[in-house]
């Protein structure tokens, strides 16, 4: 079946710390691939999204992410955290072979970060 | 401002209960989303429409019925809610195929 996985439920970081959080996704074929951000009691923001060409994808807030086709990943990177990164991320995929276009998500990774 | 609203923030609903959840959006957008978030299981797809007059059912469609009969909104009803349906509803759209989804604010619904 189609689907994302986030493989770590809950990061913590040092403010300053590099940071990077995992998805992997199964699909057939290279799916459209996104990062969204929650924060608490709020709704989701778009980090960055990858649809072709060069793999490494830069977005907002100073987040970037890295596709590697041959480990199925997606993963989103980002060289210093600052306190108000914590949140949760959602990595999200939208099949390029399907004519329902929402996203399918994975179940999320919350960031704490540490003073 | 540009963006989606959704209605009511918060409601609390006794079981068996009708109950319509409320999205409308300002950009234009030919598709738009019903999607409900659950602790530990990320965001799942209820209902989408990819243009006004027409729906489709997404991962977790049973009680819940959709319509969107413009361009503007798409109201979620649960018939006869359920405790199950204690969830946070998200309402989203984009402009078209791929295009970045933009997410209203959120329904946080409890049924007792």
């Known amino acids: 079946a189609q689907s994302v996985t986030q493989p770590d439920i809950h990061i913590t970081v040092s403010e300053g710390a590099s940071l990077e959080l995992r998805c992997n996704y199964s699909y057939g074929a290279t799916p459209y691939l996104f990062w969204y951000v929650q924060s608490p009691g709020q709704g989701l923001q778009l980090l960055l999204k990858?649809?072709?060409?060069?793999?490494l994808v830069q977005g907002i807030k100073g987040f970037e992410a890295e596709f590697k086709r041959s480990q199925s990943s997606f993963n989103l990177r980002k060289p210093s955290v600052h306190w108000s990164d914590a949140a949760e991320y959602f990595c999200a995929a939208v099949p390029e072979d399907t004519g329902r276009r929402a996203l399918t998500f994975g179940s999320g990774t919350r960031l704490q970060v540490q003073p | 401002i540009a963006g989606i609203t959704q209605a009511p923030t918060s409601q609390i609903l006794a079981a068996g209960r009708r109950m319509t959840l409320r999205c409308t959006q300002d950009m234009r957008h030919n598709a738009m989303y019903w999607y409900r978030q659950d602790l530990g299981l990320g965001l799942r797809l209820i209902h989408y429409?990819?243009?006004?007059?027409?729906?489709g059912k997404g991962e977790v469609p049973d009680g819940y019925s959709v319509s969107r009969a413009n361009t503007d909104d798409f109201p979620l009803t649960l018939a006869s809610a359920v405790p199950s349906q204690t969830s946070v509803y998200f309402c989203?759209?984009?402009?078209?195929?791929?295009?970045?989804?933009?997410f209203g604010p959120g329904t946080r619904l409890t049924v007792l």
């Open positions: 429409s990819n243009t006004a007059g027409t729906t």
């Open positions: 989203a759209s984009s402009a078209g195929v791929y295009n970045e989804q933009f």
């Open positions: 990858y649809f072709s060409g060069d793999t």
